[in-house]
């Protein structure tokens, strides 16, 4: 005989069992929802022939040694990005019009179509965070950044430089507590005295620094370079101070007027100017440094990267050995041009097949450099 609570009970628990499967399948269907909408990353877009990166590439194709890409093709490469480049010359009418339009003043430069970067979201977020973005283009300058030292060409030249005739113009940007510049000092003298058509600026500028030390010591070497060029000792004095740094790790006041000395400045009266210039108590000089940095942004110079070089007030790079190569691709008309540019090819095959901390192309301009090979 079965009792009517029981007869209740059964219907109750096969209920509630029923119930406990549907909570458990709907929990699952939503689970797998989640995971497909919300945790699974989005599918990456076909490139298709529509999905393609356009760029048009401003160039100075009359420059017969000057880059005829740009270093964003190598990177779209490297991130699987698909693109067609169009190669403009810079100076031809459609080149002129979208420097204008897209305000450049140095190639080569990547005008670069927004769409199609979606190929790659971490390369379209740091170009889009990064560079000028104007009528759905992505304005990409030439930069410093792979394969030193790099070609570029100025489209317009500040007023103030010009180039005077039968003569070959070199502004040289380096700053003093730089190794490399002060190498290039030497390289650009016995440059002049193998061609003496040769018409060099040098302007001392002070890159950043980043500890108090470091930006007090390179603003004293630097300082002693303005007051020895302005009291004419300025060749003489800046080996000296140079040679000093390498071989005893630092520079002071005391060494400094040791090297004004040997420089040729045997009188008591110019060395105690030289002395009373370094000190800088006008701070004179620390105000003529920044001077040269305002000039450099004039012309764009990168202030980080030293030393810069400005060649017949049109063309740019940064590296101080490749200086002889440079100078013969822009003038091969020189005499003995034929045989630097034969030996620097040479040089470079061999330096295919090794890897060197510095490829030093001519030897002869480098008798007095000290490697570096850390």
């Known amino acids: 005989v079965h009792s009517p609570s029981s007869a209740a009970t059964a219907p109750a628990s096969k209920a509630w069992m029923i119930g406990l499967v549907l909570v458990v399948l709907i929990g699952g269907v939503g689970f797998l929802i989640y995971q497909k909408l919300i945790i699974s990353p989005p ?214 007027v040791s090297c004004l000395f040997q420089a040729g400045a045997k009188s008591k009266e110019k060395r105690d100017e030289f002395r009373a210039c370094i000190e800088d108590t006008n701070k004179t000089m620390q105000n003529k440094l920044l001077e040269n940095i305002r000039q450099s942004y004039e012309w764009k110079v990168p202030s980080k990267w030293t030393p810069a070089f400005i060649f017949d007030c049109k063309y740019s790079f940064v590296g101080h050995n490749a200086l002889p190569v440079f100078l013969c691709q822009s003038h091969p008309e020189l005499q003995g041009c034929e045989e630097i540019i034969e030996e620097a090819e040479q040089r470079a095959l061999q330096d295919q097949n090794k890897q060197s901390p510095i490829n030093i192309y001519i030897p002869d301009y480098n008798v007095r450099v000290i490697t570096d090979t850390n």
């Open 43 to 256: 599918p990456v877009p076909v490139a298709g022939e529509d999905n393609r990166v356009q760029i048009k590439l401003l160039v100075d194709t009359q420059c017969t040694f000057c880059p005829q890409d740009n270093t964003i093709l190598l990177k779209f490469d490297q991130s699987g990005i698909t693109y067609d480049v169009q190669r403009i010359d810079a100076f031809s009418e459609e080149g002129k019009q979208l420097a204008q339009e897209f305000d450049i003043n140095v190639v080569p430069a990547a005008l670069i179509s927004v769409k199609g970067l979606d190929q790659n979201a971490e390369v379209q977020f740091a170009l889009q965070s990064l560079y000028r973005t104007k009528s759905g283009t992505v304005i990409f300058p030439e930069s410093f950044l792979d394969g030193q030292p790099r070609t570029l060409t100025y489209l317009t030249t500040p007023t103030a430089c010009s180039v005077e005739p039968n003569t070959i113009r070199i502004d040289a940007y380096l700053d003093y507590a730089c190794k490399p510049c002060a190498e290039a000092h030497f390289i650009l003298e016995k440059l002049q005295t193998d061609f003496n058509q040769l018409d060099v600026h040098v302007t001392p500028i002070q890159y950043r620094r980043f500890t108090q030390p470091q930006i007090d010591a390179a603003l004293l070497n630097n300082t002693g370079a303005l007051c020895a060029e302005q009291l004419g000792y300025f060749d003489s004095y800046s080996e000296c101070a140079f040679l000093d740094t390498q071989l005893l790790g630092a520079i002071d006041e005391n060494r400094m």
